[in-house]
């Protein structure tokens, strides 16, 4: 299998924890969304996801499967161990719900394209850019953080899941972006437990190929 | 059963096609999103759902499932048949990725609440208001009509999925804002055939007891 993959991106992030939790190798291919426009709205990336975002996994087959969330089920029902979900569909529901209010409700709103349609389009200044990008953050963390657990290393207490997949590269997008982590240190406490496990540790962006000094 | 709703969102707007496509009845408790400043902003639905979103679907144990493709997912789990997604692990990620190119990448951007902090904090008028949604929907439905088969009476061929049931609330709402569709015509055809089905035609929006006129 391939990864397309960026070193920033918060959703390609999720799925480089997510095969490296169930131990799979794939080939990584950096897409550079920021540099000459963005890679992705070339003609060879488009004609693999024309929704020109990352990740995007290539299958043996040469079927493409693009969105973070989708590729992480795939990933479960395919290779179910070790497990990203647990066993009882509401248990289930749960983790799936805190994952989506991240994937679905923070991250796509602070998405780059959408920071550069604020400036662009709609003359905003970085100023303005910075306060929607920590709004929308803050907001959305501290839903997250009143809908996980209120105990255990983790968000659903002792075992790792999907939902923590998305947490931490949420977080990692939050200090890019100055927000304040005071007030969410549940929060802070799971990322410090996730980051000691190798499989976060080997898909921090800095640890990626294609990442970039400074 | 208990499903928080209102009868414009289109999130709840999917579920409660699911719902109906699995012949489940519910009590369906409105939540006037505009009304007052909108009473999901209030103690009683904070208390339900602290991301302050519709759906929100209680369990007769009392448990809340937030989110409306995790709720999807457990029904889905919970009583399979009629299915929303197909049986293979592949074919499952091409659907979930479509559902959620709407889910994650179209919807959430032109929330109501994305559209009142533009209005609020940014100072913009409702001409830009306007031309934002239309902006994101136009990308995210042109992508989505590329990544769906290019055949068939649904998104995927011959069977109802869960990326129909995000399609046709999605139109819906591009037609509230006044997309122009006129390019996306595999996606029109599709919304016709799905809505001359009844758990479709059940769930519209101005058929929910909460319907305003006009």
Same mark, same amino acid.
């Given at each position: ?75 479960? #029902? !395919?290779? %179910? ?8 569909? =509401? &248990?289930?529901?749960? *983790? ?53 657990? #209120? !105990?255990? %290393? ?8 999907? =939902? &923590?997949?998305?947490? *931490? ?46």
């Amino acid at each position: 299998m391939k990864l397309f993959t960026y070193w920033r991106s918060t959703a390609a992030y999720r799925v480089r924890i997510g095969l490296a939790w169930k131990g799979i190798a794939v080939e990584h291919v950096p897409v550079h969304l920021v540099r000459d426009g963005g890679e992705q709205h070339g003609a060879a990336y488009r004609g693999v996801n024309p929704n020109r975002t990352v990740p995007a996994l290539v299958l043996a087959d040469g079927r493409v499967i693009t969105q973070s969330l989708a590729i992480l089920d795939y990933l479960e #029902e !395919t290779i %179910p161990e070790p497990p990203l979900l647990p066993a009882e569909p =509401a &248990d289930r529901a749960m *983790v799936r719900a805190a994952s989506q209010l991240i994937a679905c409700d923070v991250h796509p709103v602070n998405n780059l394209r959408v920071g550069a349609y604020l400036k662009r389009e709609l003359v905003h200044d970085q100023d303005d850019v910075v306060a929607w990008m920590r709004h929308w953050m803050n907001e959305g963390l501290t839903s997250f953080q009143a809908l996980i657990a #209120e !105990t255990g %290393p983790y968000c659903f207490g002792g075992d790792v899941t999907m =939902a &923590d997949l998305c947490l *931490v590269p949420q977080l990692y997008n939050a200090r890019r972006w100055g927000l304040d982590v005071g007030s969410l240190g549940r929060l802070v406490e799971i990322e410090t437990n996730c980051l000691a496990l190798p499989a976060f540790d080997t898909a921090r962006p800095e640890a990626q190929p294609d990442a970039e000094p400074g």
